[in-house]
């Protein structure tokens, strides 16, 4: 009996050994978890991070893409405006022209007339 005493002895010591291992392996495993679930964590939120910061390049390049379109339609509607006012000027510089020379030759005629007259 002191002899099974002593093998279950053992087996309890080789079982607690084991056991011991195994604890030790859980343990080391469940804190290779908790890193990894923390890296997953920090790597979402960086994820995340950037996701928001694409959004906002995003949004601000389409607010600078409208502000150009604005831009481009009062750049076309100041050219327009600036065509019609040089047409304008245009025009009016030939009817001044014109009503000068008309009247240049209105003046010539004029003395004309009047030297015919008093010859």
């Given amino acids: 009996?002191?002899?099974?005493?002593?093998?279950?002895?053992?087996?309890?010591?080789?079982?607690?050994?084991?056991?011991?291992?195994?604890v030790a392996q859980r343990d080391a495993l469940k804190r290779d978890l908790d890193e990894a679930l923390q890296r997953l964590s920090i790597s979402q939120q960086m994820v995340q991070a950037r996701e928001k910061e694409?959004?906002?390049?995003?949004?601000?390049y389409r607010a600078l893409n409208d502000e150009k379109q604005r831009s481009d339609t009062g750049t076309s509607r100041v050219a327009m405006e600036l065509h019609t006012v040089r047409?304008?000027?245009?025009?009016?510089?030939?009817y001044f022209d014109l009503i000068f020379l008309f009247k240049r030759s209105c003046t010539r005629s004029a003395r004309?007339?009047?030297r015919a007259r008093r010859s």
């Fill in 1 to 22: 009996m002191s002899q099974d005493l002593g093998t279950m002895t053992r087996e309890n010591q080789v079982v607690n050994d084991e056991l011991a291992a195994v």
């Fill in 54 to 60: 694409r959004q906002d390049i995003l949004m601000s």
């Fill in 87 to 94: 047409a304008q000027v245009f025009i009016f510089i030939f």
């Fill in 112 to 114: 004309r007339c009047t």
